[in-house]
């Protein structure tokens, strides 16, 4: 059984467009992340939700919303899509500080 | 400085070798310090965490010095599988901060 999965695992889109990508884990843990990783292989936080709330929202452009409906879902969805998006973006959940697990990454490309 | 800064690599060791990586940070707050694994085109994985007294794990050796800011990881007798890329991690509340990252490439 997965513990954290993301999907889709590729999405390939034109500029301009507006995608989402969805996370779930079944660990019960109350704390999920998203993740950037460009092609230097940075990885970098973008935003952390706790128990359904924002806790952590790096500088990121406003064209990045993250959702939270429950504790074991955090969703992302991108406006107006460019070419610097294209990354590969990581979804984790952690339970108090400790490990954090992270789901298979979902690898955009913008056209 | 960056908060997090590792070795550059990439680091070609024949198997057998013992091969240390080094870490250094700059936020004195940071509580927990971990090593994740990420190998080529996967997700990081947790190697290993880091304790204050210093902890083995079979091959693996982590050390920290929190008066240095500094953590460390030993690898002794490399394994083929031990190549990929090897991210120092540390943490203060929530908040996970990543290093850049070193590669290993263990050589036949």
């Known amino acids: 059984d997965t513990a954290v999965s993301q999907t889709p695992k590729y999405l390939v889109t034109q500029m301009g467009n507006d995608k989402s990508i969805k996370c779930e884990q079944n660990l019960g843990h109350d704390t999920m992340y998203w993740y950037k990783q460009d092609s230097k292989k940075f990885l970098k936080i973008m935003f952390s939700?706790?128990?359904?709330?924002?806790?952590i929202n790096e500088t990121v452009p406003n064209r990045f919303s993250p959702k939270s409906p429950d504790k074991a879902h955090l969703n992302l969805h991108i406006n107006s899509l460019e070419l610097g998006d294209s990354a590969v973006y990581f979804c984790?959940?952690?339970?108090?500080?400790?490990?954090?697990?992270f789901g298979p990454g979902t690898r955009l490309t913008v056209l | 400085r960056k908060e997090v800064e590792q070795d550059p690599g990439p680091f070609n060791v024949p198997e057998g070798a013992t091969v240390a990586f080094n870490c250094t940070y700059s936020?004195?707050?940071?509580?927990?310090f971990f090593w994740y694994r990420q190998d080529c085109r996967k997700e990081p994985k947790l190697l290993m965490s880091v304790y204050s007294s210093g902890n083995e794990d079979g091959r693996f050796t982590a050390q920290l010095n929190r008066a240095s800011q500094y953590i460390s990881l030993l690898i002794r007798d490399s394994k083929l599988s031990d190549s990929a890329t090897y991210l120092c991690v540390l943490n203060y509340g929530q908040n996970f901060v990543f290093g850049p990252g070193t590669r290993l490439s263990v050589l036949p």
């Open positions: 936020n004195s707050a940071s509580q927990s």
């Open positions: 984790a959940s952690s339970q108090d500080g400790y490990e954090q697990f």
């Open positions: 939700y706790n128990n359904k709330e924002l806790i």
